[in-house]
């Protein structure tokens, strides 16, 4: 029988890096580390920053969403709703999705952001797909988007080396030919808050100058406590996702996982009994964009991309939060 209820498909992709680059070697100047050090324990060699003090991470999203509509030939105006993940919004209110919504030209969409860290384009994925599938939309823009070096101690080498900036989009729309977004899983654990927060410009700390003194208002890491979380939330909820859905490692076409750190990576996918070939891993060049990570990839990954094939998804972040979702890629190659 043809499928009746649709899915809510991936039918084009964007993205945006800014231009300029933080290198290890740059890196060296500033902090106690070395390009050595970082490379191996983070996969890293360079990030992008978001240098234009004019510029925040509505921009990005903007420039990111305007290309993935072109390569769709969807106008703005036809938009339904902006989804925004990120932890480095403009202002702590309005949302980013609604600067968004009104820089991109969007006006019959509305939106709203979620913060969910580094598992916040999947936690807003399956936002997304669920106003498709429950027939709410038919056009629904889900945006990663982070400027963390806006929010990253250069004091702090424990931090100061893993992040860049950076935006990824994509528009989500119904299929009824088996693509798409086919299951997730989803899991959070809030004994983490400590091990990985901007603990100062909330309701708990707000800003004053004691916090400013104490550098509240920069992330925090616990790398340790973190690594340690990450590595078996990411592969279990990986590894979760393929058995509930009887996925091989042959039925996998590939990982698309959080680029948090190389190890991380490579422990989620030994755990799904892939091969390097499978796995989508662009941190030496862009660093930890948070929430913009998986859409970058998927950006990046457009060229080699064909219909049907199967995309696990894969995220850890603080809070903490983590999860997995199985992805049917629904088109050809680039648009």
Not at 46 to 56: H, M, S, V, Y
Not at 160 to 185: H, K, N, Q, S
């Amino acid at each position: 029988m043809p499928q009746t209820t649709p899915t809510a498909a991936i039918t084009a992709v964007g993205k945006y890096l800014p231009p300029d680059r933080l290198t290890n070697a740059d890196l060296e100047k500033l902090v106690d580390t070395n390009d050595e050090w970082i490379r191996t324990r983070t996969g890293i060699e360079e990030r992008r920053i978001l240098k234009d003090p004019t510029k925040a991470t509505s921009d990005m999203a903007v420039e990111a969403a305007r290309e993935c509509l072109a390569k769709a030939g969807v106008a703005p105006t036809e938009v339904d709703c902006i989804l925004v993940a990120t932890v480095t919004p403009d202002m702590v209110f309005p949302a980013t999705a609604c600067l968004v919504q009104t820089k991109l030209g969007a006006t019959n969409a509305w939106g709203y952001d979620i913060s969910a860290a580094c598992s916040g384009f999947l936690y807003a994925l399956t936002t997304g797909a669920k106003m498709i599938e429950a027939g709410m939309h038919q056009k629904v823009l889900v945006i990663g988007a982070d400027a963390m070096t806006r929010i990253i101690d250069y004091t702090d080498r424990t931090t100061c080396v893993i992040f860049g900036d950076g935006a990824g989009a994509v528009l989500l729309e119904p299929r009824t030919d088996g693509t798409g977004v086919l299951d997730t899983v989803q899991y959070a654990d809030g004994t983490g808050v400590h091990s990985l927060s901007q603990p100062g410009g909330g309701s708990l700390h707000p800003a004053t100058h004691e916090t400013v003194d104490a550098r509240m208002h920069y992330a925090q890491q616990d790398g340790r406590a973190v690594f340690k979380r990450a590595v078996t939330g990411m592969a279990d909820a990986a590894a979760e996702i393929m058995e509930r859905n009887d996925l091989s490692p042959e039925d996998v076409r590939y990982l698309v996982p959080h680029q948090a750190n190389l190890r991380i990576i490579d422990a989620t996918a030994r755990r799904m009994g892939l091969t390097d070939d499978k796995v989508m891993i662009n941190i030496a060049r862009y660093g930890n964009t948070t929430a913009g990570t998986l859409p970058l990839c998927l950006a990046d990954w457009e060229n080699q991309l064909r219909a049907g094939d199967n995309l696990v998804l894969a995220a850890f972040g603080g809070g903490f939060t983590w999860g997995a979702t199985w992805l049917k890629w629904s088109y050809d190659g680039a648009r």
